[in-house]
């Protein structure tokens, strides 16, 4: 079992920043990719960022150069910094980690975090 605890969630005005945290505890042994989703409300989830455990990097259209995805190995956390926001960057996003079954495997079990509200005004 993998628990995910995220943070980092609030309100902000258009143009500030925010940066979620989400660290990854439990059955932890071969983490391939960890990232983050949102919805907003009418829409579909959508990614947002993804990182390898190689470093591999891969953000959305919409967030690039604006939004970093980075992670910390020796804490099993992904991390989001949200730069330059704008109201439709509102919603609320997902932390998302994929590991494989078992270490020999290339097939892989997702786990999801409750999600945390970002909210930003105009």
């Known amino acids: 079992q993998v628990q995910l605890v995220e943070s980092g969630g609030g309100l902000v005005q258009a143009g500030g920043s925010l940066r979620l945290s989400c660290a990854a505890s439990?059955?932890?042994?071969?983490?391939?990719?960890m990232g983050w989703y949102r919805q907003a409300p009418g829409k579909q989830r959508e990614l947002v960022a993804t990182?390898?455990?190689?470093?591999?990097?891969n953000y959305a259209n919409s967030v690039k150069g604006r939004f970093t995805i980075s992670r910390d190995n020796a804490k099993n956390t992904v991390y989001l910094q949200m730069n330059s926001l704008k109201p439709e960057d509102t919603g609320i996003y997902y932390c998302n980690v994929a590991q494989r079954k078992y270490t020999w495997s290339r097939t892989t079990s997702d786990y999801w975090g409750q999600g945390t509200q970002v909210t930003v005004s105009s």
């Open positions: 439990g059955s932890i042994f071969s983490i391939i990719v």
């Open positions: 990182i390898t455990s190689g470093g591999t990097t």
